[in-house]
């Protein structure tokens, strides 16, 4: 099968979130089951700094190998030659419609130039929504007409939908018969996430119970009906992670490597940890972590109302993430007045988030919602207990900690309020007081496999479904 992956990001070449993970991830896994995958980005400035693997093939586009196999190739124009992907600290790029359509355009139009007619075109969020329209407006232009390949959309996150004035519906190169409820209309404006769900083929999100919640008014952001209107043609797949990069056993960036044959390493990760970040150097000490956007989508309102509790009761917090300036400040503050037991970083520090994980006791996972979620996958592997709220792909993933049975991989909480929250890092904590219910939670959390390999069976499955005649 061949497959052409289209996406705004993608690790290792450009990322924001958990969408560069997924489009740097899953392209290699169904390489290894056999297929061929070409991934398809646009040529930021920022990619630059990888210039030793990227080759010109033309004025307007690049490649890089990916995979044995496989290549990703870059769509080059000045649009793309600023700091960040989709905006700055003044907000989105005010011309963000005319980019990403685009990007949508000319890659289809590579195609030939390539030499590679896919199966399927996967396609991710509202950056590459287009594409599902496109091929039904000009399919024949790019393609003959027995061989339009098939769409496949995957929504990573809903509440993002790419949403522009319909007076800039010109600058899409469509007609106004798509501007219709059926269509990319959207409360009298454009939402390209709408249009990709209406064209696409098949879709899916990144969980099945996220599948379920976003058909409804509470999670749906105004397109419950049309995803319910589309059931037959839409699931939900778990994310996977990346084990050659997520491994206390080999992972280069902690302190010292470790594994659920060896956890005494971890303690040294702690300490260490502890001792980075100018808190006091204790492994008694419950010491719990976050790594994120400090939205409220993440929880960080929980976390901030529980953490004076946390403080006087003995817990120290490791922080790090970007985001809405009220939360960083209210952190930097709270991190100031408590040296010892609170530090907050606000720089984008890859290797302090591997220490993290590592050096963590427990791991702060209380998202409002959370299509699925990769770090409760890593904090698994690194024997960091994850303390989450039950919604998405988090219920997917971490089965609420059963003392009797002593069964569980985490501690989950199912009313969204900070008392509710706190409650579970109580009972969390009950258990990293017993050092052999620890031990063996720790062992039995670190065994658990969420790699990419049965997902990306999933997603051929997917594929197959919707190729089939």
């Known amino acids: 099968m061949r497959i052409a992956f289209m996406t705004s990001e993608a690790v290792p070449f450009a990322k924001t979130g958990g969408l560069a993970d997924v489009c740097g991830a899953l392209p290699l896994e169904l390489e290894n089951l056999g297929h061929e995958v070409a991934v398809f980005m646009p ?20 490649w890089a190998q990916f995979g044995e196999k496989s290549k990703a190739y870059f769509i080059k124009h000045d649009m793309y030659l600023r700091d960040g992907l989709y905006g700055d600290h003044l907000g989105d790029f005010s011309d963000n419609l005319r980019r990403f359509s685009y990007f949508s355009l000319k890659s289809l139009e590579v195609f030939k130039r390539i030499d590679f007619v896919p199966d399927i075109i996967h396609v991710h969020d509202w950056q590459t929504s287009l ?15 027995d061989k339009i390949p098939k769409t496949a959309l995957t929504v990573h996150n809903i509440s993002y939908q790419g949403i522009f004035p319909k007076e800039e519906l010109p600058q899409t190169h469509l007609s106004w018969d798509y501007f219709t409820v059926a269509g990319l209309e959207f409360y009298g404006k454009i939402d390209l996430l709408k249009g990709g769900i209406q064209y696409a083929d098949i879709i899916n999100t990144v969980s099945p119970t996220h599948a379920l919640e976003i058909q409804t008014k509470e999670y749906g952001c105004g397109l419950d009906g049309v995803l319910r209107s589309r059931r037959g043609f839409f699931s939900g797949i778990i994310n996977g992670i990346d084990y050659k990069v997520w491994n206390p056993q080999g992972d280069p960036l902690i302190f010292k490597n470790y594994s659920c044959d060896f956890l005494e390493g971890k303690k040294q990760n702690k300490l260490m940890l502890q001792e980075a970040c100018g808190l006091t150097k204790n492994d008694t000490i419950p010491l719990c972590g976050f790594v994120g956007r400090l939205v409220e989508q993440k929880g960080i309102d929980l976390i901030l109302e529980i953490l004076p509790e946390l403080i006087a009761g003995g817990f120290q917090v490791v922080v790090l993430g970007v985001g809405e300036p009220q939360y960083m400040e209210s952190l930097s503050e709270i991190a100031k007045k408590n040296p010892g037991s609170v530090f907050y970083s606000r720089l984008f520090d890859d290797p302090l988030a591997h220490k993290i994980y590592a050096g963590s006791d427990l791991f702060f996972m209380p998202s409002r919602f959370e299509p699925c979620g990769i770090a409760q996958m890593i904090s698994f592997k690194y024997g960091t207990i994850p303390v989450v709220y039950k919604t998405g792909g988090l219920s997917d993933t971490v089965e609420d900690y059963h ?29 990293l007081f017993d050092e052999p219910r620890r031990k063996d939670f720790l062992r039995r959390i670190m065994k658990l496999n969420f790699s990419w390999k049965e997902s990306a069976k999933q997603y051929v499955e997917m594929y197959k479904k919707v190729l089939s005649p």
């Open 403 to 431: 003392q009797k049975k002593d069964t569980g991989s985490g501690f989950v909480f199912d009313r969204y309020e900070a008392r509710e929250f706190f409650l579970a890092i109580q009972r969390a904590r009950a258990v």
């Open 131 to 145: 594409v599902p329209v496109y091929l039904s407006a000009f399919g024949h232009e790019y393609f003959r007409g």
């Open 43 to 62: 040529r930021y400035q920022s990619i630059g700094s990888l210039r030793r693997i990227i080759h010109d093939l033309d004025c307007d586009l690049d």
